[in-house]
């Protein structure tokens, strides 16, 4: 038995389907509404009585060496950082969210007034791969207050970044400092 192939009909065909998959991935109509802090994180401090709360330190590596002798020796990665409310019952304030270099110098403030994140809501703060700014020891602060009997948020980075045809991904969690200085206060290296 011997195949019969209509080629021009089947390149056409190949064409129609490639062309079909970039647009459909390529074309979006809205951003995504995940990314947008501003539709989860609700202004101003909720009617609770808060304690202390905390400032947590979250590693963010905007860019890093391969080490090897490779014509790309450095890969741009993009970062996102989430902070996720895992109580049930309690909202939690984001007092201010800021990011430094690798130097420690203040880049930007990300969040600046208390906003309210609510029980399990999470939000995200995204550094694109092309926002080279912090360097490979780039950094969060991020201060948060909630109830006595709260739960500690989870506060964790991703990366993701590709080199050739290898997808690099990983994470890097937050941990809690002693202290760190209130918005308006100086900083180290830069200005607020």
């Given at each position: 038995m011997r195949w019969h192939?209509?080629?021009?009909?089947?390149?056409?065909?190949?064409?129609?389907?490639?062309?079909?998959?970039?647009?459909?991935?390529?074309?979006?109509?809205?951003?995504?509404?995940?990314?947008?802090?501003?539709?989860?994180?609700?202004?101003?401090?909720?009617?609770?009585?808060?304690?202390?709360?905390?400032?947590?330190?979250?590693?963010?590596?905007?860019?890093?060496?391969?080490?090897?002798?490779?014509?790309?020796?450095?890969?741009?990665?993009?970062?996102?950082?989430?902070?996720?409310?895992?109580?049930?019952?309690?909202?939690?304030?984001?007092?201010?969210?800021?990011?430094?270099?690798?130097?420690?110098?203040?880049?930007?403030?990300?969040?600046?007034?208390?906003?309210?994140?609510?029980?399990?809501?999470?939000?995200?703060?995204?550094?694109?791969?092309?926002?080279?700014?912090?360097g490979p020891g780039a950094s969060f602060?991020?201060?948060?207050?909630?109830?006595?009997?709260?739960?500690?948020?989870?506060?964790?980075?991703?990366?993701?970044?590709?080199?050739?045809?290898?997808?690099?991904?990983?994470?890097?969690?937050?941990?809690?400092?002693?202290?760190?200085?209130?918005?308006?206060?100086?900083?180290?290296?830069?200005?607020?």
């Amino acid at each position: 038995m011997r195949w019969h192939t209509n080629w021009p009909a089947f390149a056409v065909a190949v064409i129609v389907f490639i062309g079909g998959l970039f647009l459909g991935s390529h074309l979006q109509t809205t951003e995504p509404s995940q990314w947008n802090a501003a539709e989860r994180l609700r202004p101003g401090a909720a009617s609770m009585a808060l304690g202390d709360g905390a400032t947590v330190y979250v590693p963010v590596y905007s860019n890093l060496n391969l080490g090897v002798d490779i014509r790309q020796r450095i890969v741009e990665l993009a970062a996102t950082v989430s902070v996720r409310n895992v109580s049930v019952s309690h909202p939690i304030v984001l007092e201010w969210v800021r990011y430094h270099d690798s130097a420690g110098r203040h880049i930007r403030t990300v969040v600046d007034t208390p906003s309210t994140l609510p029980p399990l809501g999470s939000v995200e703060f995204v550094v694109e791969r092309s926002d080279t700014a912090g360097g490979p020891g780039a950094s969060f602060l991020v201060h948060w207050k909630g109830p006595p009997d709260v739960d500690e948020p989870v506060i964790e980075a991703v990366m993701v970044g590709q080199s050739g045809n290898a997808g690099i991904s990983f994470t890097s969690r937050g941990r809690s400092v002693a202290s760190a200085s209130p918005p308006g206060a100086a900083i180290h290296g830069g200005v607020e």
